[in-house]
């Protein structure tokens, strides 16, 4: 039996030794720590409170767009480099800073995973204040975009975990295409190329509408095409409070659109706000269009936010997990398209 234990205890300490990083002793696979969007910068308090602080408040506390309320895309915490210790070590996102003339090599760096899962840092080097501004500039939008990311990704593989079976398997079996939500969304209508399914709680509603309509050119990749058949179908399948109510777009605001790729299939993306016309509902909305070209269809999942005297900048990144989780039943089928497109066959 104590041979069996030694071996046991040998077994142990060998695991522990393979998933340990130089990092102070810490396990690298440590749990993330924080809240979502929290974001630690380290760096000098003289810096913080001069122009280097200022430029970095600036990039990543800028106002999140298509939100009824300013909201910043990060929530900024400044942390002295002697208080970096393991406490803060643990955050999901983290930007370390160094300006000293003692710095060898001056750049930035992308690194995953550094003491926790699934962590996202940058680390910036620079000689001078003037050099790490040049830095940050440069590499701004990239920075937003790996810690945006890198956000996103958490709250897929957390879907990916835990998700509501019965719209999902709805989803796959009526309309050939699958999505992953949290459990507690439920289907409240549906008919042959429109689903509806949310989750209501008496502060806030997190909603998902999926329809499609035939692909006839790449015209229906356009806000002027995309926009006449949402308000459409919202004012005949969404129904407001209050009689002679309905949901739309609200058009007072600019779309935010963006055409991109999805799973390789060709899409768009639309943010900006919906209204209820007849009523003082509205919030903030995400949508992606996407190209299901065996199926000769554009399928469109619009989720949305109503979560009124509330922040929504996080409910909605939710909902937009969710909507990029989608994938077509005939994804291998369309591989096969592309790529005889890209063959020029």
């Not at 069996?4 to 993330?32: E, M, P, Q, R, W």
């Not at 999140?64 to 900024?76: I, S």
């Not at 399914?197 to 050119?217: A, L, M, R």
């Not at 739309?248 to 060709?266: C, D, L, S, V, W």
Request: charge should be neutral; charged fraction near 25%.
């Amino acid at each position: 039996m104590k041979v069996k234990n030694y071996k046991l205890i040998i077994l142990f300490l060998s695991v522990v030794v393979l998933f340990s990083c130089s990092n102070d002793g810490a396990i690298l696979h440590t749990n993330i720590t924080g809240s979502s969007s929290e974001l630690v910068v380290v760096i000098s308090n003289d810096s913080w409170k001069g122009a280097t602080g200022e430029l970095i408040r600036e990039i990543l506390a800028q106002p999140q767009h298509g939100l009824p309320q300013d909201e910043p895309l990060f929530d900024v915490i400044n942390v002295p480099h002697a208080a970096f210790k393991s406490i803060f070590k643990s955050t999901r996102n983290i930007i370390q800073t160094s300006i000293s003339s003692n710095i060898e090599k001056e750049g930035i760096s992308f690194i995953d995973d550094v003491w926790a899962y699934p962590q996202a840092t940058v680390q910036i080097k620079a000689k001078t204040s003037e050099k790490f501004a040049e830095i940050l500039n440069e590499n701004k939008n990239k920075i937003l975009s790996y810690f945006i990311a890198a956000e996103k990704e958490r709250l897929t593989m957390n879907y990916k975990k835990f998700y509501e079976k019965g719209v999902y398997n709805v989803l796959n079996k009526e309309y050939g295409l699958t999505m992953k939500v949290p459990p507690g969304f439920a289907i409240t209508e549906q008919e042959e190329d429109f689903i509806w399914f949310k989750y209501d709680t008496p502060e806030i509603q997190q909603g998902i509408i999926v329809y499609s309509f035939p692909y006839t050119s790449d015209s229906a990749f356009t806000v002027n095409y995309l926009l006449p058949i949402r308000d459409k179908i919202l004012k005949e399948n969404i129904p407001g409070p209050t009689e002679d109510s309905y949901m739309a777009t609200e058009k007072r605001f600019e779309q935010i659109f963006n055409i991109r790729e999805h799973n390789g299939n060709y899409a768009s993306e639309m943010r900006g706000l919906w209204r209820v016309e007849n009523d003082f509902m509205g919030g903030p909305y995400v949508s992606l269009a996407e190209l299901d070209a065996t199926n000769q269809r554009v399928v469109v999942a619009f989720g949305y936010v109503y979560a009124p005297s509330k922040d929504k900048r996080n409910l909605l990144r939710q909902v937009e997990a969710m909507i990029y989780s989608m994938k077509f039943n005939d994804q291998a089928k369309n591989d096969k398209i592309s790529s005889q497109i890209r063959m020029g066959n």
